[in-house]
Nanobody, 124 residues
Framework: QVQLVESGGGLVQAGDSLRLSCAAS????????MGWFRQAPGKEREFIGA????????RYADSVKGRFTISRDNAKNMVYLQMNSLKFEDTAVYYC?????????????????WGQGTQVTVSS
């Protein structure tokens, strides 16, 4: 079993930066990929990006490519989401998720473990 806890959310202005963290415990962290998703009110949970178990492969949604960066520290059981040039439309609850295997997918169904989420609000 895997437990995930996000932190780092908050209220920022458009153009600001924010870094989210996700602490993992349970199953050996370096054995599974990690993803970040977000969900705005009234919308479905959407894929933002993901990183493979070794940290050498990443993928991003077009909406955040060039602005968001995912990284992981397997020694600390942590994954991070660095968000730069934030926009009003980035406002959502952000979730980290543990993949079912060493790689990652783009769908929520590809992930077996979820954190509780952290709110990010960007004021325009």
């Amino acid at each position: 079993q895997v437990q995930l806890v996000e932190s780092g959310g908050g209220l920022v202005q458009a153009g600001d930066s924010l870094r989210l963290s996700c602490a993992a415990s349970g199953r050996t962290f370096s054995t599974y990929g990690m993803g970040w998703f977000r969900q705005a009110p009234g919308k479905e949970r959407e894929f933002i990006g993901a990183i493979g178990r070794s940290g050498d492969i990443t993928r991003y949604a077009d909406s955040v490519k060039g602005r968001f960066t995912i990284s992981r520290d397997n020694a600390k059981n942590m994954v991070y989401l660095q968000m730069n040039s934030l926009k009003f439309e980035d406002t959502a609850v952000y979730y980290c998720a543990g993949a079912r295997g060493p790689s990652f997918g783009l769908s929520t169904a590809d992930y077996a473990y979820w954190g509780q989420g952290t709110q990010v609000t960007v004021s325009s």
